[in-house]
């Protein structure tokens, strides 16, 4: 193996399209992929075609011919509905056109016209359908008899990069920034691009391009000195359908404006937002809009004006109204300063505090962006209440596909499981149940705008995500944020097989090795809900104390006879109680409260027992060593396919499940230490636990 | 007050010599004063000159008039015994000549020929003894009947600045370096020169200008690039009796020499290293030779070449020898990357471990240099039991001015009580019992070399130290160096005098102030000797746990039922076995052993009776409630001052004097909340501890 090979593998992530060994090409493929037909113009269109074209090149070594005809051989054909496109006009007729919402589409196999025809309404539904049907050619389905329509289930599908402008990535864990260089917009267009494909292959459709924490230097993205570069990063998102987003400082009137307030109440200010944002659509004309930390870990907002969240966010909105732009508002706002001597503040209520009492008040291009749990992306947490008791807001959930506190891709976590269960959490909202997807794609309040936001993982790496198989997430979030109803193993098993390739036993095997990778990372980690536990600031590695006398409001409050955070109504912090119906009876029970969130809202004796039987310190020492275990057997079960995946792949992720394996064991060994010298209850299997 | 004012208060430290008041000017003072005969040339001889005219202005706001003629008014004079000048011949006898080594003076009033004269044997001498008659002129004493013989008690009296080049100063305190500004030797002499000023007031006779862990850039401060710049400095320090030392690199063969080995017993490294020293010394005739970290925390060292550390220095030492230079070889050697679960390996043991097999190997002018305890500086350890266990090594002791562990310089802590400690500590060694004072003095094995090593507290802040009262740590370790029979009560006052004044309540305060602080200190941090519990890497703060599980060998073990470090020999680590005599038989008991260093021999449990009759759990809690009461009194204490200091100075102290305060509180809370968790145990007298 060379290190060029090490250097590339993984490059092409999902959209690689391994050839198909010729001996597997049936006729009917190569028959379809020799003509693309595409009649209508537009650089969506220009994308398109071009993406089909490189795919079946890749697929069947195979460059089929492209014409505006609609004469001739077998082919496939993409347009909108309304474009002109005969094969188009007569494969979908007006019932199944008016399925379709603006970013869906249709693909059906028209055997009588001899062509698979993609139809949708707009350009960016064309460009999702080609990506669509890429995807059944490389995962090997039968094209012969297609006759499907997808219309996502949330408007917007959107990734922030959390990068600053000096090329490093806040939270990332996969090299460097794609989209800064030293203090200046990249000239590596091509880079971009390659990322545009991939979001575009998922169906992201916007993008925050600098981290939500804005410096100095970030906040002059908005002016001229930055604008025209910014203008080319959307240039290039453009082609691929995605909108392009810029965070902004709350206090960018005094620091780039020259005024001596951001007070958002004050016309001053209320003007300075405006010019400038006319300003921002004059060089790029389909700006998305603001996304926006406000009043949050020492960035400004506006209570530094005895304003609120709804004063600041209104005073933005009413900026991009005019152009159609939206502002997305950060709900990470909490007491950062926290004394660890204080019980009664409790961080995990502050978004629900802050917010439910401005319900109704946000204008409607306005939308709240709200983490999947109360705290920050710990590998478990309860969802957050606020989901359901917004009901006159627009919101989208927040995930985070960059690892925080869940491996830094130095360990596998595949974390869409994760989300499947906080999207499939009953809220009891409404009188009723809905799920939080139902919250979140707006269709319960009847919501204009709704959707997904998270996090990206990627970084300059040669294979995007330092971790070869956390692409995963990133795939996986972008198809989950299209349709929430696909299952974390379906979504697992079609980023393998495009990945890897069909193998049967590389599919189970490494689809196994997903499923079971966010359990095995939360056995040796922080147990049963309680979080953290990790070391302050970097936040790798286990620290059962790291935050325990923070100002951070992350506490677990172990002492010799018990472990865990009271968040009852009745003798706790009162955070239960923001649930509604039966999810507030349950949290507030120690009965009834799950096993895995038990010390998220109980303190409870050691000697505690779980439903699963256990006491709680022997589920610590068990799931512990356990975890270790498991994490080996990932490594073990990875070696079982040395020779059968590509090599340059196989020995990225060999090496990260040996290094996962060993700070498993650290991982182990310092939380059961730290657990036995504290409660001085012995393991009942008597296994080594340091003294 | 103006922010000028603040920012130069503290400047000239113990040399401003305030003005005498008028009315106190004693006719005598004036009548010595008005003249200086200095009969030889030479640079020392000129600063001392120039420092006694400076400071007679400062005081008595007179020039004296400066002559080499001995005719004339009472005067002060000064030269060497055989310097030519009469007045010296005629009041320095063979018999006082004779009990004067090189760097010492005789100061005497000599009525008869109307003189207070300074002889010394050398130009060095001479200069100590002019800053001493400043010191008797600045603190008031009658100086009528002077006679007086003082000699160092060490030959070398070291500073050690951990400067790097870049300007930073690793566990610097007081702002940047004053010797280095971006990656380049400082143009800014002046200031250099009123350190070197500061340093020979007090006698110090040597200075390494740069971090003992020599990076990159530091290492090719040995070639052309820098060697120039850094003669310059030699040129100022010279001026003041200093020689200037450089830490160096053990790879510089490899990383500046284009060899691929840095083996010592290799021939072309040796070759290498005399040719590159023979260099030094062309462009710095009296340069003072090598400091050197050598395989200790990630530094390179002969070990990579299976060769030892006898070796090693002994290598240097032949470069240097032909030129009169010397090896100064760090003994702070210990396992770095221990693993938390090892109870055996203990990094206490390691410095005696690793050198004293190695007695006896080392060429005479390889000196080692030796920690004053076994770890790192903390507020209390135990003295290094290689005091007194090296019989045939040249040895330095070595101290911390910069307050890494204890304060800061943000906290008060006047640690001359400490080193006296340390100093006065009884050996046991060669049959008999001689203090380690006269172990490092090289009195009791008759070496060659012999005396102090400190790491300095100085940065460009305005007043040198940050902490204005910081200044005294200095200060005082200077004057130790020299009388190591000075009482910590007598250098306080002293400094306190200079700096302050003589006003009786002043000095009386603040001294006790300084007296008392480390007492404070230490009885608000890490309890019984047991060591750290501060925040890795930083060290500042409170952390119980910070360094509990990580990999430097730094624990204390705390669990359910008890703390402290079990370093006996009969149940742990075997190190209390390295000291001699009584000493060992001392800590190897727990009965015996002081309770102040009880929890770094002995795991005992909370319920343990110390000898001051309460329980450890108690006494945790008595110490830490305590000591925040005392740190507030000190702030309280302080504050009677206001009106009577200098307001510039008095600010400065203020400032501190809160902040230590709130945070001794913090670590109050921190300390005893975790060992009121983790045992169980209630405060007797129910304080208030947070649970």
């Not at 962006?369 to 009901?391: C, H, T, W, Y």
């Not at 990372?521 to 286990?542: C, F, I, K, R």
Request: glycine share 10%.
């Amino acid at each position: 193996m060379t290190g060029k090979l090490l250097s590339v593998a993984g490059y092409n992530a999902w959209l690689g399209f391994n050839r198909v060994e010729s001996s597997k090409i049936s006729n009917p493929y190569v028959d379809w992929c020799g003509r693309i037909v595409a009649a209508e113009k537009g650089e969506i269109f220009g994308t398109a075609a071009a993406e089909l074209t490189r795919g079946i090149e890749s697929l069947f070594g195979i460059r089929p011919l492209t014409s505006e005809s609609t004469e001739g051989f077998r082919c496939i054909t993409f347009g909108t509905f309304e474009g002109g496109n005969e094969l188009i006009s007569r494969t979908f007729g007006a019932e199944i056109r008016s399925t379709i919402v603006p970013e869906g589409y249709a693909i059906k196999t028209n055997a009588a016209d001899g062509c698979i025809a993609i139809g949708a309404s707009t350009a960016s539904g064309v460009l999702y359908g080609v990506f669509h049907l890429l995807r059944l050619l490389g995962t090997g389905c039968s094209v012969d008899k297609l006759e499907l329509v997808e219309n996502p289930n949330n408007g917007l599908r959107m990734i922030n990069q959390w990068d600053n402008i000096d090329g490093s990535i806040e939270r990332g864990y996969a090299g460097e920034s794609i989209f800064y260089v030293n203090n200046e917009i990249t000239m590596n267009m091509e880079r971009v691009r390659d990322y545009a494909r991939l979001l575009a292959s998922i169906g992201i459709n916007a993008i925050a391009i600098n981290n939500v924490n804005v410096h100095k230097y970030e906040t002059m993205l908005l002016t001229d000195k930055f604008l025209p570069d910014v203008a080319k990063l959307a240039d290039v998102f453009r082609a691929y359908g995605i909108k392009l987003f810029l965070s902004i400082n709350f206090a960018s009137p005094i620091e780039i404006g020259g005024l001596s307030t951001a007070d958002p109440l004050d016309p001053t200010v209320r003007n300075w937002w405006s010019r400038i944002t006319a300003k921002i659509y004059t060089a790029i004309s389909d700006f998305g809009g603001f996304l926006v930390k406000a009043d949050s870990e020492n960035r400004p907002g506006p209570f530094t004006y005895g304003r609120d969240h709804a004063d600041g966010s209104n005073m933005l909105a009413e900026a991009l109204q005019p152009h159609g732009g939206i502002v997305i508002w950060r709900c990470f706002v909490y007491n950062c300063k926290q004394d660890w001597r204080d019980r009664s503040t409790d961080r995990a209520r502050a978004a629900f505090d802050h917010f439910k009492p401005l319900d109704g008040r946000f204008h409607d291009n306005v939308i709240l962006q709200i983490k999947n749990g109360p705290m920050d992306f710990q590998v478990r947490e309860p969802v957050s209440p606020l989901f359901g008791a917004l009901e006159a807001t627009n919101q989208v959930i927040e995930f985070q596909i960059t690892q925080e506190y869940t491996g830094q891709q130095r360990h596998l976590c595949y974390l869409v499981p994760q989300w499947k269960e906080v999207l499939d959490f009953q809220t009891h909202a409404k009188g009723g149940n809905p799920s939080v997807k139902r919250i979140v794609d707006g269709s319960v309040y009847g919501r204009r705008f709704g959707g997904f936001a998270a996090v990206s993982n990627i970084g300059n790496d040669a294979n995007w995500t330092g971790h070869l198989l956390a692409q995963a997430n990133l795939y996986g979030y972008g198809r989950l944020a299209w349709n929430t109803e696909l299952s974390a193993e379906a979504i697992a098993e079609e980023w393998v097989r495009l990945t890897f390739g069909g193998d049967d036993r590389v599919v189970r095997t490494i689809k196994g090795m997903l499923i079971h990778s966010w359990s095995i990372y939360e056995s040796y980690t922080a147990p049963l809900g309680v979080g953290w536990m990790v070391n302050p600031d970097h936040h790798y590695g286990p620290n059962v104390d790291g935050y325990e006398y923070s100002k951070w409001g992350t506490y677990h409050f172990a002492d010799c006879r018990g472990v865990g955070v009271d968040r009852t109504v009745k003798t706790g912090t009162g955070y239960a109680g923001q649930y509604m119906g039966d999810n507030a009876a349950r949290y507030e029970s120690v009965e009834n409260c799950p096993d895995e969130l038990l010390l998220f809202f109980h303190h409870v004796p050691y000697t505690h027992v779980l439903h699963s039987g256990v006491t709680v310190i022997q589920h610590i020492y068990d799931s512990h060593f356990n975890g270790v275990e498991r994490a080996e057997q990932l490594e073990e079960t990875w070696s079982g396919l040395a020779g059968i995946v590509n090599e340059g792949l196989y020995e990225q992720v060999a090496e990260r499940l040996k290094e996962q394996a060993e700070h498993a064991r650290e991982w182990c060994d310092m939380i059961n230490t730290y657990f036995y010298r504290k409660s001085g209850i012995a393991d009942q299997l008597g296994r080594k636990i340091y003294s």
